[in-house]
């Protein structure tokens, strides 16, 4: 995915600092070295620019909280109306989830969820990035608002922040309507699980599900899907990590709708490509290594030496042991 932010959600952060802290649009753009926002979408560093200058100009803490509350849903442009068109509260959390780089390439959301409870988690991209407190605070915000408007009775039930316990604490406190936790090891809200089954109230299915594809379609996308996902797994594969569709989502800046869509748009799908990646990775092991067959299945990603010969037998009718014998000669 291109590392880009929509100019929309950026003009909230415009409009808060001439309205809360009197800077004016073209002072703020002086501040951050960039030119003035245009419509449609501005690179990642343009954005992280105009955020930083924001933090520095407002001093107080809390640009993150004034941000938020102006947010509406059409700051989000088509996305916005997709989130108050779902049909439940849990719908529209997931969605959020899902689509959020139609917004911004920050960071990530996702949810989890147990017996009791449920969580919407912001994870920042790069471990590098700045003005971390305010945008975190900006982006999680909205979503509490959303759901309360969206379905009067949800409140959350915590909310978690990774900055140091603030000047003034409890204005974040009053401004979530609900306990915060400072100096967290991460950013997140939590609801009570039966939160996620409350209808809402402007609930519209069909109108929903042609907003996502209009969505899907918006989200920008890095040339060669199909690449990435390639040197995605080969990378998983050497490192011994998760080479599921989840973890190559993820890597990707992609939910994994989206990325099911790009791949077929590319006339490709997951599995098939993760079948490929292994082939060719058993291929190069068995010719140019001395690995035994066993040391290759683990690298692989196999449960047992056992499945990975199955599985070597149906795409080349021979066991390891004998292609690697026909391929060195």
């Known amino acids: 995915m291109n590392d880009t932010v929509l100019t ?4 909230t952060l415009v409009d808060v600092m001439h309205a809360e802290y009197g800077v004016a649009p073209g002072a703020l753009y002086k501040a951050a070295g960039i030119a003035p926002l245009a419509e449609g979408r501005v690179g990642e560093e343009t954005a992280e620019a105009l955020w930083v200058a924001a933090e520095k100009l407002s001093g107080d803490g809390l640009l993150g909280l004034k941000v938020g509350a102006r947010v509406r849903y059409s700051s989000y442009s088509t996305l916005g109306h997709l989130l108050v068109t779902a049909k439940t509260v849990g719908e529209s959390l997931k969605a959020a989830c899902d689509l959020a780089f139609y917004v911004g390439a920050a960071g990530q959301l996702h949810m989890e969820e147990a017996a009791d409870e449920c969580a919407i988690v912001y994870e920042p991209l790069r471990a590098d990035w700045r003005a971390p407190f305010v945008r975190s605070e900006a982006v999680l915000l909205p979503m509490v608002r959303f759901a309360r408007w969206a379905s009067p009775g949800v409140e959350p039930k915590q909310v978690i922040l990774t900055r140091p316990i603030p000047p003034k604490p409890q204005a974040f406190v009053d401004a979530f309507g609900a306990p915060v936790t400072f100096g967290g090891r991460r950013h997140a809200v939590v609801w009570d699980a039966a939160a996620l089954s409350q209808p809402m109230n402007d609930a519209n299915p069909a109108l929903n599900e042609m907003l996502r594809a209009h969505v899907e379609a918006e989200i920008p996308k890095k040339e060669g899907v199909l690449a990435q996902v390639k ?7 050497s490192d011994g990590t998760d080479v599921s569709i989840t973890a190559a989502a993820k890597a990707v800046g992609m939910s994994e709708r989206s990325l099911q869509r790009a791949l077929a748009a590319e006339g490709a799908a997951f599995r098939d490509m993760l079948t490929e990646v292994r082939r060719n990775e058993a291929c ?6 001395a690995l035994p067959v066993s040391d290759i299945a683990i690298r692989l990603g196999y449960s047992e030496p056992a499945a990975f010969v199955r599985a070597f037998r149906r795409w080349f009718q021979a066991s390891p042991a004998q292609w690697r014998k026909l391929a060195r000669k």
């Open 8 to 11: 929309r959600y950026l003009a």
């Open 284 to 289: 190069r092991l068995l010719k140019e290594t």
């Open 231 to 237: 040197a995605t797994l080969l990378k998983a594969l």
